[in-house]
């Protein structure tokens, strides 16, 4: 028989509703408030306001309220606080209840400004070290990755900005005063903070997140935040610096791409006694001509030796990329009778070397080639699924806010979401486990006087013991 229409006449009171009837055991963000002790927030910034005045929104909401707005990829504040009034598990996490005044979206843009980036590193260094108590994080194996940032700029706007900033230098160099900002640092009128770079053929204006990135779990143990134009081969120490500072020991193995692959970070890392699992990039060579490898270094006369036995002299040491570039003696390379496999130069053939090539040459020799490719294949897994993650879980990919310190919340904001959500559902996993474990002694006990036979079988009573966890 077919019910009849429905029909609700709003009630003038309602008596016995509590909104945290409404939310799940099981809810993300009951877990959250489990696992996440908000406390910390009041102490952080209890030195940004005043003792006399309007009270203001309770800093610890405003955090839930920030934490919010990239759990769900909220687009914005404003579009975060015309949802929250109709989410009644938004409402119950921050605290609020039906009839409860809700606060402006501008006081979260207010709170950032009066906080700075130091509470939400509190955020980020408390959660990671809840994950290190947890066993997540094995600190043998660190990888190393960046990944750009789209600015909330107006893309076809930044070639005027760039050519006024060269007239702006210019003049200040005409008047004999020191400029502002190196040319080319200002790219946008809107957010002159953020940098441009070339990505997969595409054009970006914005910033960059440089961070670590531990084998066992995936749990991020360092984030820095730069403009997009930073070039990542040269935030390698900055990352690492990062990571010791937030409480993590220094790994044994580093490992990333080509663009950190430099005889810079091979020295810095030998001098931190960490083994690098990072190419480079090799010497080119014609198709069919002679490579670089078949060249042999002298290092006491510091001469290389051809495939005929001739040697190449140093002709021209280059300070600026720190190589020294060989050659033949004038006339060595006419008559030899390897010449067609070896060049078509007239001036003959010449090859180069690094100033500190016997840094490269101890990381190429750090790890067998085998072990090269493991770990390199398990950096896609690890690095780039990280950023993978972040982009489609929390929007990494745009930023919501311009300025660098703006960009530097966010990144910490996301990181700390992402490992608080590995640190849940490893407690899951833990949860599960126990009850396996209480199975395994009460199941036999049950089983002997029949009493099983209520739950149908040992996996049924596993899931009525999960249900109660």
């Keep these: ?43 952080a910034v209890q030195d940004c306001y005043g003792y006399n005045g309007q009270e203001s929104v309770a800093p610890i909401v405003l955090m839930k309220l920030m934490i919010l707005l990239y759990l769900e990829q909220i687009p914005s504040e404003r579009e975060l606080m015309r949802r929250l009034p109709y989410r009644l598990d938004w409402l119950w996490f921050c605290g609020y209840d039906f009839d409860d005044m809700l606060p402006n979206h501008s006081v979260l843009s207010k709170a950032r400004r009066r906080w700075g980036p130091a509470v939400f590193e509190e955020l980020f260094t408390g959660i990671l070290q809840q994950c290190m ?3 997540l994080v094995g600190g043998e194996i660190l990888h190393v990755d960046g990944s750009c940032i789209q600015g909330d700029v107006d ?62 779990e995936g749990i991020i143990t360092a984030t820095v935040t730069t403009d997009a134009a930073k070039d990542e081969g040269q935030m390698l120490e900055a990352v690492l610096d990062a990571h010791e500072q937030n409480g993590v020991s220094s790994p044994a ?64 040491r280059d300070r600026a990329r720190r190589r020294v570039r060989y050659r033949a003696a004038p006339g060595t390379c006419v008559g030899c009778k390897l010449r067609g496999r070896c060049t078509t130069s007239k001036s003959g053939r010449r090859v180069e070397r690094h100033m500190d090539q016997e840094c490269i040459d101890w990381a190429d020799g750090c790890l067998s080639l085998a072990r090269r490719r493991r770990l390199m294949a398990r950096r896609k897994v690890r690095a780039e699924g990280s950023f993978a993650d972040a982009a489609n879980v929390h929007g990494f990919k745009r930023a919501r806010w311009r300025g660098l310190v703006n960009a530097r919340i966010q990144n910490l904001l996301i990181t700390s979401l992402q490992n608080l959500r590995k640190l849940l559902k ?39 013991l999960i249900g109660n966890v």
């Design 133 to 135: 108590e947890a066993g």
């Design 155 to 216: 893309m076809a706007r930044l070639q005027p900005v760039l050519r006024r900033t060269g007239q702006e230098l210019y003049q200040r160099l005409d008047e004999g005063t020191e400029p502002t900002h190196p040319s080319g640092s200002i790219t946008s009128r809107s957010d002159p903070e953020a940098g441009v770079t070339n990505k997969n053929g595409r054009t970006i204006c914005g910033y960059k997140d440089h961070r670590a990135v531990d084998d066992a």
């Design 253 to 316: 193995t580093v490992v990333a791409d080509t663009q950190y692959g430099t005889a810079e970070n091979y020295g810095q890392l030998h001098d931190r006694g960490v083994t690098p699992c990072i190419p480079h990039q090799q010497p080119r060579s014609q198709k069919g001509r002679f490579g670089h490898n078949r060249f042999a270094y002298d290092a006491e006369r510091d001469c290389f030796v051809c495939p005929a036995g001739q040697t190449l002299q140093p002709y021209h």
């Design 1 to 43: 028989m077919m019910g009849p229409h429905q029909h609700v006449e709003p009630k003038l009171f309602y008596t016995g509703i509590s909104l945290g009837d409404r939310v799940p055991e099981d809810h993300l963000l009951r877990q959250i408030r489990r696992h996440v002790d908000f406390e910390f927030v009041r102490r």
């Design 426 to 464: 490893s407690a899951q996993r833990g949860r599960r486990a126990a009850c396996a474990m209480i199975l395994g002694s009460v199941g036999k006990i049950l089983a002997r006087t029949g009493r099983l036979l209520a739950f149908g079988s040992p996996n049924g009573l596993l899931g009525a």
